[in-house]
């Protein structure tokens, strides 16, 4: 895609349903733009962010992993433990579960 310098980019805008395959032209179009130098593509619609505001990111702060109901029998000391700091006992729960699931699969 050369261009002119006085000519400005088309804007090229795909709307696809999951699943759906590419067109042989936006299949023409991706792989002109894998061959075209970045400094070359226009992203000025998308502006970087600055650093700054990365220092209060959290990774994952919005995943929701799939909950699924069980039965667990738990002894009742346990139960008693983990509601005595009122509701949310089965999150509680889930969280020192996950917790000790991460360190196992971290050694």
Known sequence: MKMEK???PKMVYYHRNPGDPLTEKQKANIEAL???????IDTSDIP???ESAWKDAVRGKFYRPVKKAVSLRLDADVIAWL???G???QSR???LLRERMLEDKAS
């Open 6 to 8: 006085h000519e400005k």
């Open 34 to 40: 894998k061959r075209m130098p970045d400094h070359e």
């Open 48 to 50: 970087e962010l600055p």
């Open 83 to 85: 509601k005595k700091d």
């Open 87 to 89: 509701k949310g006992y």
């Open 93 to 95: 729960a889930n969280r």
